[in-house]
T-cell receptor
Framework: NAGVTQTPKFQVLKTGQSMTLQCAQD?????MYWYRQDPGMGLRLIYY???????DKGEVPNGYNVSRLNKREFSLRLESAAPSQTSVYFC????????????FGPGTRLLVL | GESVGLHLPTLSVQEGDNSIINCAYS??????FIWYKQESGKGPQFIID?????DKRQGQRVTVLLNKTVKHLSLQIAATQPGDSAVYFC????????????FGKGTRLHILP
């Protein structure tokens, strides 16, 4: 059981480049999340997917798109990266509806120059 | 609006002493609260949770207290050990949206030898 996995672990982009952050979970969880973590800001929710086929905006969705490819995978795309998107990105999943433990991946460090 | 915050950004505690980390929330409709521990370079890890129909819950060396009257949450760590050094986040689950969890900014716990 790998839990929540994320790729890549680290990425450097130039302003305007695009990339997709991948996330997968093998726990048969229904809900998946993308957060970003900046120094002094804690974790902020970008997008989440309550179930396969649905996605919803979180606190800071601008500049991002997501795809819930199937139950296991939830990807985050930056179409035109900006320096303000330099951050550490965490994917998380949860088994069912509210009031369940959320499991986090190891994170992706993104640097946009 | 909804917000979850922490009173102190850093906390230094002598090894062996008890630690108390505080958290305030503003959404009186929140009914589920979680404490996470994040070690350097890793994703957040679940510590303990509490539902709004409780005011206290105990785990192994940790206790969470919930005061709904003043919208305050605390995490108590007994006999603090060097391995407790981390950033601690409180989080709340909103009542009116599926699976949306909002994090506070975090408190860094520093253990003094």
């Amino acid at each position: 059981n790998a839990g929540v996995t994320q790729t890549p672990k680290f990425q450097v982009l130039k302003t305007g480049q695009s990339m997709t952050l991948q996330c997968a979970q093998d726990m048969n969880h229904n809900s998946m999340y993308w957060y970003r973590q900046d120094p002094g800001m804690g974790l902020r929710l970008i997008y989440y997917s309550a179930s396969e086929g649905t996605t919803d905006k979180g606190e800071v969705p601008n500049g991002y798109n997501v795809s819930r490819l199937n139950k296991r995978e939830f990807s985050l795309r930056l179409e035109s990266a900006a320096p303000s998107q330099t951050s550490v990105y965490f994917c998380a999943s949860i088994r069912a509806a509210r009031q369940e433990t959320q499991y986090f991946g190891p994170g992706t460090r993104l640097l946009v120059l | 609006g909804e917000s979850v915050g922490l009173h102190l950004p850093t906390l230094s505690v002598q090894e062996g002493d008890n630690s108390i980390i505080n958290c305030a929330y503003s959404n009186s409709a929140s009914d589920y609260f979680i404490w996470y521990k994040q070690e350097s370079g890793k994703g957040p890890q679940f510590i303990i949770d509490i539902r709004s129909n409780m005011d206290k819950r105990q785990g192994q060396r940790v206790t969470v207290l919930l005061n709904k009257t003043v919208k305050h949450l605390s995490l108590q760590i007994a006999a603090t050990q060097p391995g407790d050094s981390a950033v601690y986040f409180c989080a709340e689950n909103t009542l009116n949206r599926d699976d949306k969890i909002i994090f506070g900014k975090g408190t860094r716990l520093h253990i003094l030898p």
